[in-house]
């Protein structure tokens, strides 16, 4: 049986952050690296990776370092879907497969609890289905007798709900190309042509089953949905102290961390787990990390600077710093008194602009969302939810309460004393 990870789409909900999804790092591995280990403890070793032309280079340096697995790559030319991504995989087909999405933070329990209805209750297809409370943008799943599905309902309105169950895209087929059979009969104009291949062989005769999945799952869909991974993997993690380390001892270290190779962490420094911190990265005199931050490598946290539940990527630098529920790119650094805001004084939940809406996050605290490569001068204040864009600058002194694209930079018009934003030169 195949494990088929489809990594050939391209997020456009999370900018500022560029990364495809499963190449987010967590604990110093990618989440693609996650998830080959994952399918490799429930006895899974032979995949099929669906990339694109942009990502299909790094998937392949990822994998060929991973031991025990067989990987086969395929390219899928155009963002168009799950059906198209398995038509491109179609040469690869000849077995039981088991289709994943691997921007997905599931337990191994998904895979076993699918194996093991295909071997008792016979059927086509097995969906898994997650039951939750509140509304999910994604697929919701009708079951009718025998955990038999009736149809699937793409992407609700808040309300319409036709049930409690949501799609979670871990799916085994035993028989893939008739699913592209009926994939290719499906006339739609929405993005919906592998789900409505799934209805049509429901009422077709085929039997589908839903495999209900009770354990952990976290969906990255948008950037504040990085903070749910980083919980889930710290929660997961056992603690680990490197003894490259150099840790002072007027250090103070609680609760369970994460601290990697050549980490040094200098006097006064207080940290507060459960925390991860990368290798090679400093955590400098009187600054404070706080719970479920996560911390990339070569990262330097300069004095006086303060990191709460943020995300982190790699070489970062702070100095006399702010840093509240934020997602912060690679490469990014931070002029002394910068001050990313997490709160709204009337209390109300931080709302984000995606693709030109104003999207509710649901959270009470969450601070900037800053792209690849960019830069604060002094004494700058970033208000919640504010995305900065990879590349761009916001110059001393300024106060920016609305999102800066790439590659721009903000600067204070010294005749006028307002916030301006121009191209950035070179």
Known sequence: MKVLFLCGGVGKRMFPITEDKFLLKFLGKTLLEHQVELAKESGLTDFIIVGNNSNIERIKEIVTGIPDIKVELTVQEQPLGIADALDSASRLLDDEIIVVNPNDLFGSSAYTSLIEAHRTRPAVSYLLGYEVSDHFPGGYLVVGGDDELTRIVEKPEIGQEPSSLVNVLVHLHTDPKLLLKHAADVKTGRDDVYERAIDAMAKDTHRVRVVPYTGLWTAIKYPWHIFSAVRQFLDQSSGYISPSA??????????????????????????????????????????????????????????????????????????????????????????????????????????????????????????AIIGNDSKTGVNVSVMPGVRIGPHSIVGSHICLEDDLEPDKMALVDSVHKTVRNIFQSG
């Not at 040094?264 to 990368?278: F, T």
């Not at 070569?298 to 600077?305: A, K, P, R």
């Not at 990313?340 to 649901?362: C, H, V």
Request: charged share 20%; aromatic share 10%; glycine share 12%.
């Open 246 to 367: 150099q840790i002072s001892e007027q250090a103070v270290i609680e609760g369970k961390v994460v601290i990697s190779d050549n980490v040094r962490i200098l006097e006064n420094a207080v940290i507060k787990g459960p925390i991860y911190i990368g290798p090679r990265s400093v955590i400098g005199t009187n600054s404070l990390i706080r719970e479920y931050s996560h911390i990339g490598s070569d990262c330097v946290v300069g004095f006086s600077t303060e990191i709460k539940n943020s995300y982190i990527g790699d070489a970062c630098w702070f100095h006399i710093n702010y840093v509240g529920d934020s997602i912060i790119g690679e490469g990014c650094s931070f002029g002394a008194g910068t001050v990313l805001s997490n709160w709204r004084f009337d209390e109300k939940n931080i709302k984000i602009n995606i693709e030109g809406k104003s999207m509710d996050t649901g959270l009470e605290k969450f601070g």
